[in-house]
Protein backbone atom coordinates (compact mmCIF):
# COMPACT_ATOMS: atom_id res chain seq x y z
CA UNK A 1 0.00 0.00 0.00
CA UNK A 2 1.10 3.35 -0.55
CA UNK A 3 2.46 5.82 2.10
CA UNK A 4 3.36 9.42 1.97
CA UNK A 5 6.07 10.95 4.81
CA UNK A 6 6.53 14.53 5.57
CA UNK A 7 9.13 16.39 7.86
CA UNK A 8 9.83 17.54 10.22
CA UNK A 9 6.38 17.48 11.75
CA UNK A 10 6.66 20.90 13.20
CA UNK A 11 9.10 23.61 12.69
CA UNK A 12 9.71 27.35 14.68
CA UNK A 13 12.09 29.51 11.81
CA UNK A 14 13.08 33.21 12.34
CA UNK A 15 12.06 35.64 9.93
CA UNK A 16 14.53 35.86 7.50
CA UNK A 17 15.89 32.18 7.76
CA UNK A 18 16.21 29.27 5.29
CA UNK A 19 13.54 26.23 4.80
CA UNK A 20 13.53 23.00 3.48
CA UNK A 21 10.96 20.67 4.06
CA UNK A 22 10.66 17.44 2.46
CA UNK A 23 8.35 14.82 1.15
CA UNK A 24 8.83 11.35 0.17
CA UNK A 25 6.14 8.96 -1.35
CA UNK A 26 6.19 4.66 -0.46
CA UNK A 27 4.56 2.06 -2.68
CA UNK A 28 3.64 4.01 -6.05
CA UNK A 29 5.51 4.97 -9.05
CA UNK A 30 5.27 8.47 -10.88
CA UNK A 31 2.85 10.16 -8.78
CA UNK A 32 1.94 13.26 -9.41
CA UNK A 33 3.13 15.32 -6.71
CA UNK A 34 2.00 18.38 -4.65
CA UNK A 35 2.57 21.35 -2.20
CA UNK A 36 -0.64 22.96 -0.10
CA UNK A 37 -0.41 25.93 2.18
CA UNK A 38 -3.09 26.01 4.81
CA UNK A 39 -3.37 29.55 6.83
CA UNK A 40 -4.73 28.80 10.65
CA UNK A 41 -8.25 28.42 9.93
CA UNK A 42 -8.04 29.07 6.26
CA UNK A 43 -8.70 26.73 3.39
CA UNK A 44 -6.10 25.36 0.86
CA UNK A 45 -4.10 27.08 -1.24
CA UNK A 46 -1.79 25.12 -4.16
CA UNK A 47 1.15 25.88 -4.22
CA UNK A 48 3.40 23.82 -5.99
CA UNK A 49 2.63 20.61 -8.10
CA UNK A 50 4.87 18.22 -10.38
CA UNK A 51 3.80 15.20 -12.76
CA UNK A 52 7.57 14.04 -12.80
CA UNK A 53 11.26 14.35 -12.07
CA UNK A 54 11.81 17.91 -12.27
CA UNK A 55 8.83 18.89 -13.53
CA UNK A 56 7.39 21.68 -11.69
CA UNK A 57 4.19 24.04 -11.79
CA UNK A 58 4.28 27.30 -9.69
CA UNK A 59 0.57 28.49 -9.17
CA UNK A 60 1.56 31.13 -6.37
CA UNK A 61 4.38 33.76 -7.55
CA UNK A 62 6.09 34.24 -3.87
CA UNK A 63 9.50 33.32 -2.14
CA UNK A 64 9.03 29.91 -1.72
CA UNK A 65 10.14 27.53 -4.34
CA UNK A 66 10.14 23.40 -5.30
CA UNK A 67 12.09 20.96 -6.25
CA UNK A 68 11.63 17.10 -7.27
CA UNK A 69 14.94 15.16 -7.67
CA UNK A 70 13.89 11.93 -7.55
CA UNK A 71 10.21 10.17 -8.41
CA UNK A 72 8.91 10.10 -4.82
CA UNK A 73 10.77 12.91 -3.44
CA UNK A 74 9.09 16.58 -3.23
CA UNK A 75 10.98 19.67 -1.35
CA UNK A 76 9.85 22.80 -0.32
CA UNK A 77 12.37 25.49 0.00
CA UNK A 78 13.06 28.78 0.76
CA UNK A 79 16.01 31.20 0.87
CA UNK A 80 14.54 33.71 2.95
CA UNK A 81 11.14 33.42 5.44
CA UNK A 82 8.82 35.62 6.05
CA UNK A 83 5.87 36.19 8.44
CA UNK A 84 3.42 35.77 6.21
CA UNK A 85 4.54 31.92 5.13
CA UNK A 86 3.36 30.59 8.43
CA UNK A 87 1.42 27.77 8.00
CA UNK A 88 0.38 24.08 7.59
CA UNK A 89 2.28 22.75 4.88
CA UNK A 90 0.88 19.75 3.22
CA UNK A 91 2.20 17.30 0.69
CA UNK A 92 -0.28 15.26 -1.56
CA UNK A 93 -0.18 12.33 -4.58
CA UNK A 94 -2.06 11.75 -6.77
CA UNK A 95 -1.45 8.09 -8.68
CA UNK A 96 -3.10 6.53 -12.27
CA UNK A 97 -6.72 7.23 -10.49
CA UNK A 98 -8.82 10.19 -9.91
CA UNK A 99 -8.02 10.36 -5.59
CA UNK A 100 -5.73 12.62 -3.89
CA UNK A 101 -4.19 11.78 -0.29
CA UNK A 102 -2.11 14.24 1.80
CA UNK A 103 0.50 13.92 4.08
CA UNK A 104 0.54 14.11 7.74
CA UNK A 105 1.82 17.55 6.89
CA UNK A 106 4.45 19.96 8.68
CA UNK A 107 3.53 22.87 10.96
CA UNK A 108 5.88 26.25 10.25
CA UNK A 109 5.92 28.69 12.69
CA UNK A 110 7.95 32.09 11.68
CA UNK A 111 8.87 34.27 14.58
CA UNK B 1 -11.08 28.40 -15.43
CA UNK B 2 -12.83 26.81 -12.72
CA UNK B 3 -14.16 28.26 -9.45
CA UNK B 4 -15.70 26.10 -6.71
CA UNK B 5 -18.42 27.85 -4.42
CA UNK B 6 -19.27 26.15 -0.64
CA UNK B 7 -21.77 26.76 1.28
CA UNK B 8 -22.42 27.41 4.49
CA UNK B 9 -18.80 28.12 6.32
CA UNK B 10 -20.65 26.49 9.28
CA UNK B 11 -22.58 25.06 10.24
CA UNK B 12 -24.32 23.51 13.32
CA UNK B 13 -26.62 20.79 14.37
CA UNK B 14 -28.20 19.01 16.64
CA UNK B 15 -26.59 15.26 17.59
CA UNK B 16 -28.48 12.74 15.45
CA UNK B 17 -29.90 15.31 12.60
CA UNK B 18 -28.52 15.47 9.41
CA UNK B 19 -25.84 17.95 7.56
CA UNK B 20 -25.79 18.92 4.20
CA UNK B 21 -23.17 21.32 2.83
CA UNK B 22 -23.21 22.05 -1.08
CA UNK B 23 -20.92 22.97 -3.18
CA UNK B 24 -21.37 24.83 -7.03
CA UNK B 25 -19.10 24.53 -9.84
CA UNK B 26 -18.37 26.62 -13.20
CA UNK B 27 -16.90 24.65 -15.34
CA UNK B 28 -18.97 21.92 -17.15
CA UNK B 29 -16.06 19.71 -18.25
CA UNK B 30 -15.33 18.87 -14.13
CA UNK B 31 -15.88 15.29 -13.82
CA UNK B 32 -14.45 14.23 -10.49
CA UNK B 33 -16.07 15.74 -6.91
CA UNK B 34 -14.30 14.50 -3.71
CA UNK B 35 -14.87 15.23 -0.43
CA UNK B 36 -12.98 16.04 2.62
CA UNK B 37 -12.92 16.03 5.87
CA UNK B 38 -9.99 18.09 8.61
CA UNK B 39 -10.09 17.28 11.93
CA UNK B 40 -8.47 19.98 14.24
CA UNK B 41 -4.74 20.14 13.24
CA UNK B 42 -4.94 17.01 11.28
CA UNK B 43 -4.57 16.10 7.18
CA UNK B 44 -7.40 16.51 4.88
CA UNK B 45 -8.92 12.49 4.44
CA UNK B 46 -10.61 11.83 1.16
CA UNK B 47 -14.13 10.55 2.72
CA UNK B 48 -16.20 10.10 -0.30
CA UNK B 49 -16.25 11.22 -3.95
CA UNK B 50 -18.03 10.99 -6.87
CA UNK B 51 -17.77 10.99 -10.98
CA UNK B 52 -20.07 12.32 -13.46
CA UNK B 53 -21.22 9.29 -14.57
CA UNK B 54 -23.18 8.66 -10.95
CA UNK B 55 -25.94 10.84 -9.70
CA UNK B 56 -25.43 9.74 -6.22
CA UNK B 57 -23.11 7.62 -4.42
CA UNK B 58 -23.55 6.49 -0.43
CA UNK B 59 -21.36 5.13 1.90
CA UNK B 60 -23.20 4.21 5.25
CA UNK B 61 -24.05 7.35 6.48
CA UNK B 62 -22.52 9.97 4.10
CA UNK B 63 -24.02 10.52 0.74
CA UNK B 64 -22.80 12.23 -2.15
CA UNK B 65 -25.44 13.98 -4.80
CA UNK B 66 -24.66 15.56 -8.28
CA UNK B 67 -26.68 16.96 -10.19
CA UNK B 68 -24.67 18.19 -13.90
CA UNK B 69 -27.38 19.93 -15.29
CA UNK B 70 -27.12 23.20 -12.12
CA UNK B 71 -23.99 22.40 -11.50
CA UNK B 72 -23.41 21.54 -7.64
CA UNK B 73 -23.33 18.78 -5.55
CA UNK B 74 -24.18 18.37 -2.52
CA UNK B 75 -22.71 16.39 1.07
CA UNK B 76 -25.51 14.41 3.04
CA UNK B 77 -24.45 13.17 6.33
CA UNK B 78 -27.23 11.19 8.50
CA UNK B 79 -27.74 10.71 12.33
CA UNK B 80 -24.78 13.74 12.95
CA UNK B 81 -22.24 12.18 16.17
CA UNK B 82 -19.77 14.22 17.93
CA UNK B 83 -16.89 12.40 16.05
CA UNK B 84 -18.30 14.15 12.74
CA UNK B 85 -17.55 17.73 13.93
CA UNK B 86 -15.06 18.91 11.79
CA UNK B 87 -13.88 20.93 8.44
CA UNK B 88 -15.60 19.49 4.87
CA UNK B 89 -14.04 20.57 1.67
CA UNK B 90 -15.38 19.99 -1.34
CA UNK B 91 -13.54 20.33 -4.72
CA UNK B 92 -13.59 19.93 -8.62
CA UNK B 93 -11.28 18.40 -11.45
CA UNK B 94 -11.30 17.52 -14.65
CA UNK B 95 -9.46 14.20 -15.33
CA UNK B 96 -7.01 15.68 -17.93
CA UNK B 97 -5.91 18.01 -15.54
CA UNK B 98 -3.52 17.60 -12.45
CA UNK B 99 -5.37 20.27 -9.99
CA UNK B 100 -8.35 19.80 -8.01
CA UNK B 101 -9.92 23.19 -7.51
CA UNK B 102 -11.21 23.61 -3.96
CA UNK B 103 -14.13 24.88 -1.99
CA UNK B 104 -13.28 27.23 1.15
CA UNK B 105 -14.47 24.74 3.81
CA UNK B 106 -17.16 24.68 5.79
CA UNK B 107 -16.64 24.03 9.66
CA UNK B 108 -19.45 21.57 10.74
CA UNK B 109 -20.12 21.84 14.93
CA UNK B 110 -22.61 18.81 16.47
CA UNK B 111 -24.27 20.11 19.40
CA UNK B 112 -24.79 17.40 22.03
Known amino acids: SQTIHQWPATLVQPVGSPLSLECTVE??????LYWYRQAAGRGLQLLFYSVGIGQISSEVPQNLSASRPQDRQFILSSKKLLLSDSGFYLCAWKGLGYEQYFGPGTRLTVT | GENVEQHPSTLSVQEGDSAVIKCTYS??????FPWYKQELGKRPQLIID???NVGEKKDQRIAVTLNKTAKHFSLHITETQPEDSAVYFC???????????WGAGTKLIIKP
Open chain 2, 50 to 52: IRS
Open chain 1, 27 to 32: GTSNPN
Open chain 2, 91 to 101: AASIWSNYQLI
Open chain 2, 27 to 32: DSASNY
